[in-house]
C-alpha cells in the first residue's frame, strides 16, 4: 500500500526484520504511552498469538513513523488494540491511513463489529476514530489505572 513516499506494511511473523520492526516501535511505544497503557513489555507476545496482526507505516528511508495492532479473536468481532504516530510526523494523514488499513484488514475476516478502548482525554485519536464513523458504547471507569477510564467505541458493518 503506497502513500506518496510512504508505505503501509504488514509485518510478517517469518520475515528476517520481524526483530528489528518490533525493537523500533517499542521505543516510539515508550515515548507515547505511559507504562501502564504501553504494550511495550508485551509486543512479541501479542504478536505471536494467532488471530492478530500489526501494520506500520515507513518512510523513504526505511524510519517508522506509526504502527497500528488488530486482532479478531471470533469471526464476528475484531479490536484495534494500539495506534500511534510518532510526534514529528502527526497531522498529515498518517493515523487516518494507518486506521483505514487496519479496518480494511479486519473486513477481509467478515467482522460485523470492530471495537476499541480510548482514553476520552486522547482528543486526536477521538477526532480520528469519529471521522472513521466509531461510534461512543459506553463508558469504562478505570480502565487503564485508577484514575483513567476509557470509552468502549465500535464500528458495525452491515452483513454481506
Ligand atoms: C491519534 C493519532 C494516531 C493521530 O495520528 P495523525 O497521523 O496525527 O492523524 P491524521 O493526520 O491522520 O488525522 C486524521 C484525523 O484525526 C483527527 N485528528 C488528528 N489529530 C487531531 C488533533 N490534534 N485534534 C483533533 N483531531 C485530530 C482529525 O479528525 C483528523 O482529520 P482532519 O485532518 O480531516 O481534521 C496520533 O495523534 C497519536 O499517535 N496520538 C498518540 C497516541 C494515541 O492517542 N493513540 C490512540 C490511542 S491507542
Not at 69 to 89: G, Q, R
Not at 97 to 112: E, F, G, M
Request: net charge positive; aromatic share 8%; hydrophobic share 35%.
Amino acid at each position: 500500500m503506497e502513500r506518496g513516499d510512504l508505505a503501509v506494511v504488514e509485518l510478517q511473523r517469518n520475515s528476517t526484520n520481524f526483530a528489528k520492526v518490533i525493537e523500533e516501535i517499542v521505543k516510539i511505544e515508550k515515548k507515547i504511552f505511559p507504562k501502564h497503557e504501553s504494550l511495550s513489555r508485551s509486543f512479541d507476545e501479542e504478536l505471536r498469538k494467532r488471530n492478530s496482526g500489526l501494520l506500520y507505516m515507513i518512510d523513504l528511508h526505511g524510519e517508522i513513523v506509526g504502527y497500528v495492532m488488530y486482532s479478531w479473536p471470533t469471526s464476528l468481532s475484531a479490536s484495534i488494540t494500539k495506534l500511534a504516530v510518532k510526534e514529528s510526523h502527526r497531522r498529515q494523514g498518517h493515523g487516518e491511513a494507518l486506521l483505514k488499513a487496519a479496518i480494511q484488514k479486519c473486513r477481509t475476516r467478515n467482522v460485523h463489529r470492530i471495537s476499541l478502548h480510548v482514553d476520552p482525554l486522547r482528543g486526536a485519536a477521538m477526532g480520528l476514530y469519529q471521522k472513521l464513523g466509531f461510534q461512543v458504547d459506553s463508558l469504562i471507569k478505570s480502565y487503564y489505572s485508577p484514575d483513567r477510564d476509557a470509552f468502549r467505541m465500535y464500528l458495525d458493518f452491515d452483513p454481506k
